[in-house]
T-cell receptor, first 111, second 114 residues
Framework: GENVEQHPSTLSVQEGDSAVIKCTYS??????FPWYKQELGKRPQLIID?????GEKKDQRIAVTLNKTAKHFSLHITETQPEDSAVYFC??????????FGSGTKLNVKP | SAVISQKPSRDICQRGTSLTIQCQVD?????MFWYRQQPGQSLTLIAT?????????ESGFVIDKFPISRPNLTFSTLTVSNMSPEDSSIYLC???????????FGPGTRLTVL
């Protein structure tokens, strides 16, 4: 089955700096890679996703890159703000909607 | 995206008992899933709830422990049977979105087993 690894487990940045979270996956059949943000006590919220036919996608301060050959994808947050502090999860999915999640990254943005 | 509700939002149960969690969606959805999130951990897929047929379980999860019903396209239940403290987790349902592959999560059920 699919194995998704995520690094780092914790990330602390100064407000205004950039944050990068990296994930690798093992199953070449995976073709959809979402990122979720989970604030304490709340449900995971989809923040951005990328499909296997695209190498990069950007939405305001958030961008995701995908390297299918190397089987890795990354989340980039620019100009970080304190409200970006949360746990971020990457996931890899196949055409049947089954998702396998990474272990999560706790991002702390210091004001 | 669909509006998803879960009942109960939280519960405290005694070991050896069972709890049934309900997931209700405000529109018909093809795909519904159940996840477990243990304290401070990631999300682990338990099973895919199939409408009109038996659920499809992931490795490490079995029907006797986590029976699932999916009577229609807007509703599903997950039962946690013969509970032990190790079952203390947040249980979340998720549904597929309109766009291919998207999934959206319910608010979760926080279960504590004493």
């Amino acid at each position: 089955g699919e194995n998704v690894e995520q690094h780092p487990s914790t990330l602390s940045v100064q407000e205004g700096d950039s944050a990068v979270i990296k994930c690798t996956y093992s199953d070449s059949a995976s073709n959809y890679f979402p990122w979720y943000k989970q604030e304490l006590g709340k449900r995971p919220q989809l923040i951005i996703d990328i499909r296997s036919n695209v190498g990069e996608k950007k939405d305001q301060r958030i961008a995701v890159t995908l390297n299918k050959t190397a089987k890795h994808f990354s989340l980039h947050i620019t100009e970080t703000q304190p409200e970006d502090s949360a746990v971020y999860f990457c996931a890899a999915g196949d055409g049947f909607n089954k998702f396998y999640f990474g272990s999560g990254t706790k991002l702390n943005v210091k004001p | 995206s669909a509006v998803i509700s879960q009942k109960p939002s939280r519960d405290i149960c005694q070991r050896g008992t069972s709890l049934t969690i309900q997931c209700q969606v405000d529109s018909q959805v093809t795909m519904m899933f159940w996840y477990r999130q243990q304290p401070g951990q990631s999300l682990t897929l338990i099973a895919t709830a199939n409408q009109g047929s038996e659920a499809t379980y992931e490795s490490g999860f079995v029907i006797d422990k986590f029976p699932i019903s999916r009577p229609n396209l807007t509703f599903s239940t997950l039962t946690v049977s013969n509970m032990s403290p190790e079952d203390s987790s947040i249980y979340l349902c998720s549904v597929g979105g309109i766009s291919y592959n998207e999934q959206f999560f319910g608010p979760g059920t926080r279960l504590t087993v004493l």
